[in-house]
């Protein structure tokens, strides 16, 4: 009866831990996702057209982003080691294996969108500020993010 409590207690405390560790990649995976949905949904529409330009819109994805990429290197401090059940990208264990250089990309982004805020006017303008942003976000991308399906 003792053995069958304890190995019963063993199974919760495992499923429990790969419970956490999935909360931990969803986490991580919503923040990237966010930042997405602004970077891209918005801002790159916009430059590219697809969607008309509107000054308050982009003024807004950028305050977003800004507020997103704050929080990279705390909602990446811990390795999940596993990745999000069905998504498309994840964390690459370099992240975690070279932790200061992975947050050492993150004051460069937050340059480029405090370069941009508040200078974006039209559609040239916000062109320019949307390939700064976004070339230093893919300085990340190249090295610790992976593509899984």
Known sequence: ?????????????????????????VQQDNLMRAI????????????KGD?????????????????????????????PKQDVVDATYGASPKVWQNKADFDS?????????????????NVASLKAAYTAINDRCNDCHETYRVKLK
């Open 1 to 25: 009866m003792k053995r069958t409590m304890i190995v019963a207690g063993v199974l919760v405390l495992g499923a429990g831990a790969v419970m956490a560790q999935q909360e931990i990649a």
């Open 105 to 121: 990309k993150i004051p460069p982004v937050q340059k480029a969108i405090g370069d941009a805020k508040g200078k974006i006017t």
């Open 36 to 47: 997405a949905k602004n970077q891209y949904g918005v801002l790159q529409k916009m430059s």
């Open 51 to 79: 969607i008309p330009f509107d000054k308050k819109a982009a003024d807004q994805a950028i305050a977003a982003i800004e507020a997103d990429v704050a929080k990279i290197a705390k909602t990446f401090e811990i390795n």
